[in-house]
């Protein structure tokens, strides 16, 4: 007699992924010490800005508790390394606590930061042996898991020498085996790639998913519009001239915008340093003859960067500016999307990637709203949007299109808009560092 019936996901089931990816649906947990690896980089000022991050993660942790692991979660917040200066500020906006207090409240289950001793500037400089205490604890089941301090207070973490060898035989030391949910996180870094040349390694079933929606932005229908915006110029632009070849129409915003256009038309742009210039220039070059970048032809300055202030910010027409040094430009007016090619670009494209914040946020909002409403309008087109703000933004403006996105056949959410870029860039989601130190984990452990 049937007793029941299972529901087959068909979505799910049509996601093949190359078999050389270690999966950790594959991996032995039973009374194992998880070492899980994730993107919660959704702390701004000590408060959680956006759970969808969190929330991706969690089918992953349910899966390692439930075949009776035991997890040890990780992630990095922020950028408190100083590359020039090597100090680590840690600051407590940067902790990974109202996370843990979300994951509480979401779960039902308690979590523990332990608390290693910091050094400033140096960081965390050692993992102490009082966490044992901790596991201790967690393999009893009287805590449901450990919560790891944010990995870029420790030294090791981004550091390529002695400090990051310390650092991972420490972590290694705390599990028997790792797993990496962290898409966003692509570079190889103490946590994400060195771990695995220590411990058995896994694909979490977030980064599953995204490898495989990655490979469709990679194969787009066309016209293909890729979106780029926000303020990381310095892991952009490289990118950048990769995509360029891929896409068929590029649009530019944020500083990636500024820049471009001072290395285009001789422009001065408060805060443009030269050095990013001339990066920029490259990409000028490349569209001399193939014309794919779609320029938004208004765009917002403002004398200040701390708010709008009336009177102190104005539009600008690119053309017809008749100036060439400017404050801030600090947004895109809207109405650069409602009119001539940037609208026919949008309109007519097939596939649109996003992974732009078009303006200085929380002051400079409307241009990326403007921007997300005329997509949306887009019904053909499948759009895939990646980043953590560029997430966080398009929900707290158009919350009504953004939970419609969630769960709609035309939109994809991608945790990482930069990991993109760079898979983009490789031609190849197996071409990035943390996902080969996977594949090179698995066939040393064949
Ligand atoms: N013109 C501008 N001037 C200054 N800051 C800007 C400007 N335009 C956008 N920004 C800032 O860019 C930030 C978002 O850019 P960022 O490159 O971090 O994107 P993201 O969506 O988080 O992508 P990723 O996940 O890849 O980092 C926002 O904080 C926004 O305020
Ligand atoms: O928010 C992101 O883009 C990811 O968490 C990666 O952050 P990073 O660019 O500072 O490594």
């Known amino acids: 007699m049937k007793v029941g019936y299972s529901v087959d996901d068909e979505r799910e089931a049509a996601q093949q992924l190359d078999p050389s990816l270690p999966l950790l649906q594959d991996a032995d947990l039973r009374d194992k010490i998880v070492l899980l690896r994730v993107d919660h980089n959704v702390v701004k000022k000590g408060r959680v800005q956006d759970q969808y991050r969190i929330d991706v993660t969690l089918a992953t942790m349910y899966n390692i508790v439930e075949r009776g692991g035991r997890p040890i979660i990780m992630t990095h917040i922020g950028r408190p390394l100083d590359k020039k200066t090597k100090a680590i500020t840690v600051n407590k906006d940067d902790a990974v606590d109202a996370v843990v207090a979300y994951l509480q409240r979401k779960l039902r289950i308690k979590f523990v930061v332990p608390q290693f001793h910091i050094i400033e500037p140096e960081g965390i400089v050692d993992i102490d042996t009082s966490v044992n205490w901790l596991i201790h604890d967690l393999k009893e089941g009287k805590i449901g898991g450990i919560y790891l301090p944010n990995t870029r207070w420790f030294a090791g973490e981004e550091d390529k020498g002695d400090k990051r060898e310390r650092f991972v035989i420490q972590l290694a030391g705390l599990a028997d085996v790792y797993v990496n949910d962290a898409f966003g996180s692509w570079q190889p870094h103490a946590s994400t790639y060195q771990i695995t040349k220590l411990l058995p390694s896994y694909a979490g079933l977030c980064l599953q998913d995204e490898l495989f929606n990655v490979k469709l932005v990679l194969n787009p229908a066309r016209p293909f519009v890729a ?220």
């Open 227 to 446: 979106v780029v915006a926000g303020a990381k110029y310095d892991t952009k632009i490289g990118p950048l001239k990769e995509i360029y070849k891929k896409v068929d129409k590029l649009i530019l915003g944020g500083l990636i915008f500024n820049t471009f256009l001072c290395a285009k038309y001789g422009f001065k742009i408060a805060g443009v340093e030269d050095s990013d210039i001339e990066l920029a220039r490259e990409l000028v070059e490349q569209d001399k003859n193939e014309k794919k970048i779609v320029e938004l032809p208004y765009v917002v300055e403002s004398d200040v960067t701390d708010g709008r202030h009336e009177g102190k910010f104005r539009t600008i027409s690119i053309k017809d500016s008749g100036s060439k040094e400017f404050k801030y430009v600090v947004d895109v007016d809207p109405k650069s999307f409602e009119e001539g090619a940037v609208l026919e670009a949008l309109t007519s494209a097939k596939t649109i990637f996003v992974n732009a914040v078009m303006g200085l946020v929380p002051h400079f909002w409307q241009g990326t709203r403007k921007m997300d409403e005329v997509i949306d309008r887009n019904r053909e087109a499948q759009k895939f949007y990646g980043g953590g703000d560029t997430l966080q933004v398009f929900k707290s403006l158009l919350p009504g299109i953004y939970h419609e996105a969630m769960d709609s056949p035309k939109y994809y959410l991608f945790t990482g808009g930069g990991t993109v870029l760079k898979v983009l860039e490789e031609g190849d989601p197996f071409g990035l560092d943390i996902v080969k130190a996977l594949v090179e984990n698995k066939r040393q452990r064949a």
